[in-house]
């Protein structure tokens, strides 16, 4: 059975279903961040297994022989010795890696030959150009990682919260430069509801469409037949 059909997702007119929406765009990108999930978790198994494991266990040994404790505690010693410890630029390298595997994911396969990740490939999504012409890999990888930026403001605001013990709602309305990111935030997911192209805030600034259109290639790196949904 076509995913596409069984979940309802087909274009039925083509002048109305020319470009995605942002039903079909979430679905989408439902399958790939489960991907993608899957991916970072096994690297970040193998990259335990090869480095993270013995570097944790020289820091405990370290930390216990200058502190006389295992645990880390909230004090300037403690802190400036993490900061200090070879662990600290480990661990930093290794969530590096990790979250760099969702970019390289998307930009790589975004600029191949399918002009889509799997998911978008699934569903028959393809990314190009205003023009028509396919993204190259540095436009696909400044599309994605514009694309996640409202995830660091989620971050700031729960940050926020902790530090400050306050409600949501306090963190976004509490100074000026909250309420103005939140209304960047809120523009930023939403403005494709009013773009004639159903295009996002990273979409403009890349000058990329997302469309109902499929590339008949195997492989990412076959040579592709487009055939139009109609």
């Known amino acids: 059975m076509n995913i596409e059909k069984f979940f309802g997702l087909k274009s039925q007119n083509p002048e109305k279903g020319y470009y995605v929406g942002s039903f079909k765009r979430s ?6 961040a489960t991907i993608v999930l899957f991916l970072r978790v096994l690297v970040a198994q193998i990259l335990g297994m090869f480095f993270i494991t ?9 930390f216990k022989d200058k502190f006389g404790t295992d645990f880390v505690k909230n004090n300037p010693d403690h802190i400036d010795f993490v900061i ?6 480990i661990v930093l390298v290794f969530y590096a890696v990790v979250i760099f595997v ?3 994911y998307h930009a790589l396969l975004n600029s191949s030959k399918w002009q ?5 490939h699934l569903l028959g999504i393809v990314i190009e150009k205003e023009d028509g ?9 400044t599309h994605y990682f514009l694309s996640i930026l409202p995830f660091a403001f989620i971050t700031y605001l729960i940050a926020y919260r902790v530090n400050y013990g306050v409600t949501f709602f306090q963190s976004v309305t509490s100074s000026n430069l909250n309420i103005f990111l939140g209304i960047l935030f809120l523009l930023w997911t ?12 990273y ?25 139009n949904f109609l």
Request: proline share 4%.
């Open 27 to 32: 679905f989408a990108a439902m399958i790939d």
């Open 54 to 62: 013995s570097a944790l266990q020289k820091f405990l040994m370290d």
């Open 84 to 89: 200090h410890h070879s662990i600290f630029i």
């Open 102 to 104: 969702g970019a390289l």
């Open 116 to 120: 889509a990740t799997i998911g978008k």
């Open 133 to 141: 012409s396919p993204i190259s890999f540095n436009i696909a990888i």
């Open 190 to 201: 939403h403005i494709h509801i009013i773009t004639k192209r159903k295009t996002t805030a």
């Open 203 to 227: 979409d403009l600034i890349c000058r990329t469409v997302f469309l109902n259109k499929k590339i008949n290639a195997k492989f990412p790196w076959s040579e592709p037949k487009i055939s």
